[in-house]
């Protein structure tokens, strides 16, 4: 079946700009989270969502960042006026049950953004 | 931050060797999971270890878990270029799971 797709693959923003980054999870999977991967590091965590439910979102790294799953399926990482420092790779993962983090994620291939 | 750190950082070895990546992690955990990411990919889940599991066995994969060092070992047996890859550990930390910075390994013909 389908994996966990994200678009765009490849995100270009002059500072100041507004994106939102779009993550569409495994059919049916309850758990959706969002990571941020700067180069050469691993992924850190920034939000959790368990269906349409914002459970935890203390790695999002100011107000600038926004994230929604309105209908608990796709969802939708917003950035407010992209700053040079938000240049990484966004990951999107979905888990079948409520908590995930006790079970495989399955990860989508990511959004690199790049903001001039 | 990071509560997971590999070691080493980089590893280059010859095509049918074996490859040993370590993480050391900070907090008690509940499991440990081995990751690998392709240049440019998403991450593809390894294999999964539980507290209460000193090793575990996928493939050409070893894992092992010593809870009282807080350490995990991951054996890669008869590398291929293929394997070619970051290798991350990450653990459950208190409502999320937590990744370490990675090993980078490389696979020489």
């Known amino acids: 079946g389908a994996g966990v797709s994200q678009s765009p693959r490849y995100k270009v923003a002059k500072r100041g700009q507004d994106v939102a980054l779009r993550c569409d999870p495994i059919s049916g999977h309850v758990s959706l989270f969002w990571y941020q991967q700067a180069l050469g590091q691993g992924p850190e965590f920034l939000t959790y969502f368990q269906n349409e439910a914002q459970l935890d979102k203390s790695g999002l790294p100011s107000d600038r960042f926004f994230a929604e799953r309105p209908e608990g399926s796709v969802s939708t990482l917003k950035i407010q006026r992209t700053q040079q420092e938000d240049s990484a790779v966004y990951l999107c993962?979905?888990?079948?049950?409520?908590?995930?983090?006790?079970?495989?994620?399955?990860f989508g291939p990511g959004t690199r953004l790049l903001v001039l | 931050s990071q509560q997971g750190e590999e070691d080493p950082q980089a590893l280059s070895i010859q095509e049918g060797e074996n490859a040993t990546m370590n993480c050391s992690y900070k907090?008690?955990?509940?499991?440990l999971q081995w990751y690998r990411q392709n240049s440019g990919r998403g991450l593809v889940h390894l294999i999964l270890?539980?507290?209460?599991?000193r090793e575990k066995h996928s493939g050409r994969l070893r894992v092992t878990l010593d809870t009282s060092k807080k350490s995990s070992s991951l054996l890669i047996t008869a590398s291929r270029a293929a394997d070619t890859a970051s290798y991350f550990c990450?653990?459950?930390?208190?409502?999320?799971?937590?990744f370490g910075s990675g090993t980078r390994l490389s696979i020489r013909p």
């Open positions: 993962a979905s888990s079948p049950q409520a908590g995930g983090r006790e079970e495989t994620q399955y």
């Open positions: 990450a653990t459950d930390g208190a409502s999320k799971i937590i």
């Open positions: 907090t008690s955990i509940n499991n």
């Open positions: 270890i539980r507290s209460n599991e």
